[in-house]
């Protein structure tokens, strides 16, 4: 899978890279963290997110983990319904530091013609920014409810 690829930037936080790996390992995480009114309807494992934003039912599995350095994300859907578009979501954590990591995301995705004119000239500002924000998040600059794309 690679018709589009796309290389996050690289930012440095101030965590250690083994905190990071365990807090992205599990998805059920990223859920616990939502406001209240915005867990309905999401469905979490420690493998699994699935759930519906803004009529669309979407969900990622977590497919590969090699600790603490690399976490791999694809589509999923428990139903087995096809993907709006097949993706791969890479994350990358490198030791600065004993108190600090480079992370990184890469994005490979299978976009149709309409996606890629839609949505393939904002998939780089929408990576940095999720990296950004995570960044924030992990260091405990901003909650994981102000989150935004």
């Known amino acids: 899978m690679k018709d589009t690829h796309v290389t996050g930037k ?3 936080i101030r965590q250690p ?11 059920r995480n990223f859920v616990e963290r939502l406001p209240e009114d915005k867990k309905q309807g999401i469905k979490a494992t ?3 997110i699935e759930g519906t934003v803004k009529g669309i039912s979407m ?6 983990r090699t600790p603490f350095s690399h976490i791999r994300i694809a589509d999923f ?4 319904a096809p993907p709006i578009f097949p993706f791969e979501l890479n ?30 000239g904002k998939l780089q500002e929408g990576i940095d920014k999720i990296t950004e924000q995570l960044a924030m998040a992990a260091e405990g600059k901003m909650p994981v409810s102000d989150f935004s794309l």
């Open 10 to 12: 690289t930012v440095a």
């Open 17 to 27: 890279a083994h905190l990071l790996y365990a807090a992205f390992s599990d998805l």
């Open 46 to 48: 420690q493998d699994t």
């Open 59 to 64: 969900g990622v599995k977590i497919v590969e």
């Open 77 to 80: 859907s428990e139903s087995g």
């Open 91 to 120: 994350l990358y954590f490198a030791v600065r530091d004993e108190q600090t990591t480079d992370f990184h995301m890469e994005l490979n995705a299978e976009l149709s013609f309409m996606f890629k004119v839609m949505i393939g």
